[in-house]
């Protein structure tokens, strides 16, 4: 299954899903029923904006104001989208 991440689209944690910093992992981590998926750098700065409010848009825009210097920020969140979705972290409102 492809999914096409658009601007508009908004996403919530999935169900049976939580967020959170784990500090013995000195990271974002994400905890469901099955186990625990670590986060790395950037993904965490994504998952953490995806609240079921602000769409895709308003996340790329937030990320690119907070880290001015990243370059090729957008389609680097659009993939953790894409690799999100695609695992079942997060579901579309």
Do not use: C
């Amino acid at each position: 299954m492809e999914i096409s991440i658009q601007h508009s689209d908004i996403y919530a944690l999935a169900f049976h899903h939580r967020f959170q910093w784990e500090e013995a992992q000195q990271s974002y981590v994400i905890l469901f029923p099955e186990g625990m998926v670590k986060l790395h750098g950037g993904a965490g700065e994504v998952i953490k904006r995806v609240d079921g409010k602000a769409s895709v848009g308003d996340i790329v825009a937030d990320l690119k104001t907070n880290f001015p210097d990243a370059v090729g920020i957008e389609a680097d969140i659009i993939g953790m989208f894409e690799m999100a979705y695609g695992k079942a972290w997060i579901r579309k409102v």
